[in-house]
């Protein structure tokens, strides 16, 4: 498994796509993820598809502030993400319901 948060992601969710469509088949969303320890890189979701792009979107829906270690760990749903929200170990910035669905899709590839 790949210890880089931009291509376990990637991967995760290409895999999972026909499980997921239907929770992305709505208008297109973007989530800007920063932190330390890794490239910025943000996932759009929507259309029936998800992609990521390294880099910094000049727009984002949320940003979401996760440190490498943080985020690999919610990846592999070893990190409830609302606890760490709640616990500042991750930081929201824009539409917070809109991250927690981004969250569930990320629960549901992981499961497939």
Request: avoid cysteine.
């Amino acid at each position: 498994m790949s210890e880089d948060p931009f291509e376990l992601l990637n991967s995760m969710t290409q895999q999972a796509l026909p499980k997921i469509a239907s929770k992305v088949s709505g208008p297109v969303k973007v989530f800007q993820f920063t932190g330390e320890g890794y490239e910025p890189f943000y996932v759009e979701v929507g259309g029936g598809t998800v992609k990521l792009t390294k880099g910094t979107h000049k727009s984002p829906t949320a940003t979401i502030q996760v440190n490498k270690d943080n985020l690999l760990k919610m990846i592999k749903g070893q990190l409830d993400a609302m606890q760490a929200y709640f616990s500042g170990a991750i930081k929201v910035m824009g539409n917070i319901m809109d991250a927690a669905s981004l969250i569930d899709i990320i629960n549901t590839a992981r499961r497939s």
